[in-house]
């Protein structure tokens, strides 16, 4: 190859669809190498798709972690469904990944109400892929400890259905199985040149990320208390003359009686929630963060156009 000649790279967009819950934060994380999605015991928590982004060998992929596909049913779910659906017909690939153990757990005198509901918004995918007619790639996630009868018989049933065109079996949590199928993402990218800079691994705008950040500290702390009736808002993000960053946000709750839970007595869950996102977000950034946080009740919230226009997310959708 002559010094003027460049090299063959390939470059595109992955899109992983499914239900809420199958682990679509925790895959692309481990495919990226970093935290770009927040990861909680919620479902639904992703919100907008993050793009994340993954290389291997000549390859960058664009990692789009799209909200969980459910029957949507206020305004912010239908913004989501909608979002996730569109990052999938934009994509060079789409992987179905598909929660195996809860999926099989449905089945059975064993499975709970929750193990049901992904079932049915499986199916809700399911019938969607059918209806455009894509092929995707089908990725049974969380095999770990499975029998590989069970498992194999579940791909069966799954591709019976004609709109998968292959299918991987892995763990995003331990790793399991992942670069089978981080290698086959790769051939799947049209050639072209890369999109981003070798180092980047996210295309998150830092306001959206520190807000995602505190979001995650928020449920992580809370999950039992509070239903999905917040969210967080970066209201200023300013860089200071000695290099440090001065963040403030609100979190938005629905009822005055939510207030104090985010609270805690005396304000030590609020100080909790900060102290643990301002440590994340200073080694994000690699400076010191002073982070201020206030809590509203806001019930409509929801109705923001201003909070959906943060995340990308179509307020009429």
């Known amino acids: 190859m002559s010094d003027t000649e460049t090299p063959n790279t390939r470059a595109g967009f992955v899109a992983f669809i499914g239900a809420p819950n199958a682990g679509k934060s925790t895959l692309v994380n481990r495919l990226t190498g970093t935290k770009v999605s927040i990861v909680t015991q919620k479902i639904q928590t992703t919100r907008f798709p993050v793009r994340g982004i993954a290389i291997e060998g000549d390859a960058q992929m664009v990692l789009v972690d799209t909200p969980g596909i459910f029957s949507p049913r206020r305004r912010l779910d239908r913004a989501m469904v909608a979002s996730a659906w569109g990052g999938a017909e934009e994509a060079d690939a789409v992987v179905h990944l598909i929660d195996a153990r809860s999926h099989i757990a449905s089945e059975g005198t064993s499975g709970t109400a929750a193990d049901r509901r992904s079932a049915e918004d499986t199916e809700t995918v399911i019938a969607a892929l059918k209806q455009s007619g894509k092929q995707v790639i089908l990725a049974l996630n969380k095999i770990d400890g499975m029998r590989r009868d069970t498992l194999l018989k579940l791909s069966q049933d799954l591709f019976a259905t004609g709109v998968y065109g292959e299918v991987y079996m892995i763990s995003a949590e331990t790793g399991d199985g992942v670069d089978d199928l981080k290698q086959r993402l790769a051939r799947a990218m049209?050639?072209?040149?890369?999109?981003?800079?070798?180092?980047?691994?996210?295309?998150?705008?830092?306001?959206?990320?520190?807000?995602?950040?505190?979001?995650?500290?928020?449920?992580?702390?809370?999950?039992?208390?509070?239903?999905y009736a917040a969210a967080v808002e970066t209201t200023a993000f300013e860089d200071?003359?000695?290099?440090?960053?001065?963040?403030?946000?609100?979190?938005?709750?629905?009822?005055?009686?939510?207030?104090?839970?985010?609270?805690?007595?005396?304000?030590?869950?609020?100080?909790?929630?900060?102290?643990?996102?301002?440590?994340?977000?200073?080694?994000?950034?690699?400076?010191?963060?002073?982070?201020?946080?206030?809590?509203?009740?806001?019930?409509?919230?929801?109705?923001s156009r201003a909070l959906y226009a943060q995340f990308g997310l179509d307020y009429d959708a």
């Open 190 to 227: 049209p050639e072209g040149p890369w999109l981003y800079p070798e180092d980047q691994s996210a295309d998150v705008p830092m306001r959206v990320l520190a807000a995602e950040i505190t979001r995650e500290k928020l449920y992580l702390r809370v999950h039992e208390e509070l239903p």
């Open 240 to 303: 200071k003359p000695d290099g440090s960053a001065r963040i403030e946000q609100t979190v938005y709750v629905e009822r005055d009686s939510q207030r104090p839970i985010i609270l805690g007595k005396g304000g030590q869950t609020l100080k909790w929630i900060g102290q643990k996102a301002r440590e994340e977000l200073t080694v994000l950034l690699d400076r010191p963060v002073h982070l201020f946080i206030t809590v509203k009740v806001d019930p409509r919230w929801q109705e």
